[in-house]
């Protein structure tokens, strides 16, 4: 009698564990940051429903996978082709805090300085959505 508790004890707490690691899984962040436009300085930056456009330096689809954005350029300006030559595809880590509607990107994976550098110095502030 006292071997069935302990099987039943232990059993209950296993899915009490299961449910709280499950519920933690569910909170991972699988939407991105809001649509619409962002500028700071010298930038703009349009994302809305997995795409994107980064003002004149090109274009493309993005994609999210918890706090990593990874961007897919499609169409890309000569200056663009200059400073990244093929390099089309690159991931940032990604944060917006809502109250002061700002964007923020960490290099994950960009070969680009030029780009990188544009992306991750600074933060985007949130415009408007865009339509």
């Not at 809001?34 to 994302?47: A, F, I, M, N, V």
Request: aromatic share 10%.
């Amino acid at each position: 009698m006292k071997t069935h508790k302990t099987i039943l004890m232990l059993s209950a707490g296993m899915l009490i564990l299961a449910l709280i690691a499950a519920g933690c899984q569910s909170s991972k962040k699988t939407e991105g940051p809001p649509g619409g436009d962002y500028s700071k300085s010298g930038g703009l930056l349009t994302l809305e429903q997995g795409r994107y456009e980064d003002r004149d330096f090109e274009k493309g689809t993005y994609s999210i996978d918890g706090d990593k954005i990874t961007f897919t350029a499609e169409t890309m300006s000569d200056d663009a082709k200059d400073y990244c030559g093929n390099s089309n595809v690159y991931t940032y880590q990604w944060s917006f805090d809502a109250d002061a509607g700002l964007l923020t990107f960490k290099n994950v994976d960009d070969p680009c300085s030029s780009r990188r550098d544009g992306k991750t110095l600074g933060r985007w502030s949130y415009s408007k959505p865009s339509n």
